[in-house]
């Protein structure tokens, strides 16, 4: 089965209405490679916005609540993401699992809430430093992945992104071969969760200072079906070659 290339970009905390231009350049810049599914996940104060000023593009939210509403101050639900014009959301970056001590458990909890709200789910995993170098990677993601993958779900509706933590912001990248290794056993481990038709079908992406310049190779490893993109997603100039690359393989 030909699974599609899938580009994301991940603002993180960036972008004011004034990034909007280049959000609308970066979907335009899309639209030359149909072969490629590319999205953006900008601050949610930025979601109607984006999804006013590019009909049609697919636009997420970095994270959301697993209620569907409730009293949680600050707290952004899935439906809501939904009701904004999001068409997918984040969950478990490795920055939301450090910084705010989530769980595999809150993740899985999160897919599932995103999963009902009619969300397509990016599920992030990804080992830190120190677990790369003692040589526990695979296990590592492995248990990530075994703890936040949703019991029951559309296999087309959830990806998996793995992003090493020390490759996030870096420079850093992981040798290709260590890339294939790693989304090869991701994708017996999901095989084995969710069964092999699921498995063929769930793209597996790969994140960690994904630019240009190195897009190709890593996108050309075995079993890596796009990128989760974070500083070369904030502008065209930058995110447009990756989705070339993409197109090209
Ligand atoms: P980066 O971030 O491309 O800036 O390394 C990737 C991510 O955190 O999703």
């Known amino acids: 089965m030909t699974r599609r290339k899938y580009v994301v970009g991940n603002w ?13 350049a970066i ?30 593009a697919a636009v997420g939210g970095q994270d959301c609540h697993a ?11 899935a439906p809501m993401l939904a009701d904004a014009g999001a068409s997918l959301v984040i969950v478990g970056h490795s920055e939301r699992r450090e910084g705010f001590d989530e769980s595999d458990a809150d993740v899985r909890a ?10 397509s789910v990016i599920l ?14 695979i296990a590592y993601v492995l248990a990530q992945v075994a703890g936040s993958l949703p019991g029951d779900f559309d296999p087309a509706r959830l990806a998996i992104a793995y992003e090493p933590i020390w490759a996030i912001g870096t420079g850093l990248v992981p040798t290709v ?37 190195n897009a190709a190779e890593l996108l050309g490893a075995g079993d890596v079906d796009g990128a989760l993109v974070g500083g070369a997603s904030l502008t065209a100039a930058k995110f447009a070659p990756i989705v070339e690359a993409a197109a090209s393989l």
């Not at 905390?13 to 909007?20: E, K, R």
């Not at 999160?110 to 969300?119: P, S, V």
């Not at 992030?124 to 990677?137: D, F, I, K, N």
């Not at 481990?189 to 994904?210: C, F």
Request: charged residues 20%; negative net charge.
């Open 110 to 119: 999160k897919a599932e809430a995103a999963l009902a709200a009619g969300l």
């Open 27 to 56: 979907f335009a810049a899309a639209e030359a490679h149909s072969s490629v599914d590319v999205a953006l996940c900008p601050p949610f104060t930025l979601i109607g916005a984006m999804v006013a000023a590019a009909p049609g």
């Open 12 to 24: 993180k905390m960036n972008g004011l209405i004034a990034a909007l231009d280049e959000a609308k």
């Open 124 to 137: 992030c995993v990804g080992e830190p430093r120190a677990v790369r170098e003692s040589g526990g990677a």
């Open 67 to 77: 209620s569907a509403s409730g009293a949680f101050t600050g707290s952004v639900a």
């Open 177 to 213: 071969a260590d890339v294939a290794d790693m989304h090869g056993a991701i994708r017996a481990k999901l095989g084995e969760q969710a069964g092999s038709d699921a498995a063929r079908v769930m793209r597996i992406l790969y994140g960690g200072s994904v630019n240009g310049e």
